[in-house]
């Protein structure tokens, strides 16, 4: 079985994206504390994203959204069907584990470790229990669970531009789903707003009837201070302070994967995806 695996980012070369101006003011969730309502508060990051490239909101629409590629051109896809609903229990499944895992923060507030961990493996598919496990105890909270420490709050819902692929590899059906993730961000304390996302390249290895036997997973985080992290034991830290560094962190973070946030199915196929390598441009490392 493949091990779920998770990396920090790489730097891309990419047209600044900017703060981007919207009507709606930020209002968190849940605060410890009223959030005001005047223009002091910085308007959502999120709010004027490109429908064409942010497809969902929500788990339900990440569902609804289409699967590309020809079941009949994959000779491996011949047993399983060429419709969506000959898949449609394991693309369920899937997107249970991604909601549990990345869409649900305030779900897992106030959870410890073993309590997150056990909250996300009863939506975790049978198959990738193990790996997740060995994942998880080897230190890979901050890329299988968005949890924030205090005082941050996530604002709204989040913004998803993901895509479904019935794709082979090793001889093998495969079911990929490649998604970028962003989340406005809030310090209830500043007042601060920012961005965080997590890019995913998801693998699902099928059997015959179209069922999840295998997968692994590789994740991407930006936007996020790694010492802060550290610091609070794996619970993600955006990187929304009053320095250089943080506000380099996030229009970086806006500029290479909110201004673009497609991921090509090559790359998420690929073993060795620069796509998935390191770089600290949108993730403050912690030396």
Do not use: K
């Not at 420490?149 to 495969?174: C, K, M, N, Y």
């Not at 010492?227 to 619970?235: A, D, M, P, S, T």
Request: charged share 25%.
């Amino acid at each position: 079985m493949t091990p779920l695996r998770a990396g920090r980012p790489r730097r891309r070369a990419l047209a600044p994206l900017g703060l981007l101006a919207s009507t709606a003011l930020l209002t968190p969730a849940c605060s410890p504390s009223p959030v005001p309502t005047s223009g002091d508060v910085p308007r959502s990051p999120l709010a004027a994203l490109d429908p064409a490239d942010w497809d969902a909101r929500t788990a339900e629409e990440l569902l609804a959204l289409p699967l590309d590629g020809a079941a009949e051109e994959l000779e491996t896809w011949a047993g399983i069907g060429a419709r969506e609903g000959d898949v449609a229990a394991s693309r369920e499944a899937i997107v249970d584990f991604v909601a549990a895992a990345y869409l649900s923060p305030e779900e897992l507030r106030g959870l410890d470790d073993a309590a997150t961990l056990d909250r996300l493996t009863a939506r975790t598919p049978e198959a990738w229990l193990d790996p997740l496990r060995t994942a998880w105890e080897d230190g890979g909270r901050p890329f299988y669970s968005i949890a924030l420490a205090e005082p941050f709050r996530t604002v709204g819902l989040p913004a998803l531009s993901a895509s479904w692929h019935r794709a082979e590899q090793d001889g093998a059906p495969v079911l990929a789903l490649a998604a970028t993730i962003a989340w406005a961000v809030i310090d209830t304390g500043t007042r601060a707003v920012g961005v965080i996302a997590h890019r995913l390249g998801l693998i699902a290895e099928l059997d015959d009837s179209g069922g999840l036997v295998d997968g692994h997973l590789r994740v991407t985080m930006h936007g996020l201070d790694g010492c802060g992290i550290e610091e609070n034991e794996g619970l993600l830290v955006p990187a929304l302070a009053d320095e250089d560094a943080h506000r380099s962190v996030q229009e970086a973070t806006r500029q290479d994967v909110l201004g673009a946030p497609r991921i090509p199915l090559a790359e998420v196929l690929e073993e060795d995806s620069a796509l998935f390598a390191g770089d600290d441009r949108t993730y403050l490392t912690c030396s």
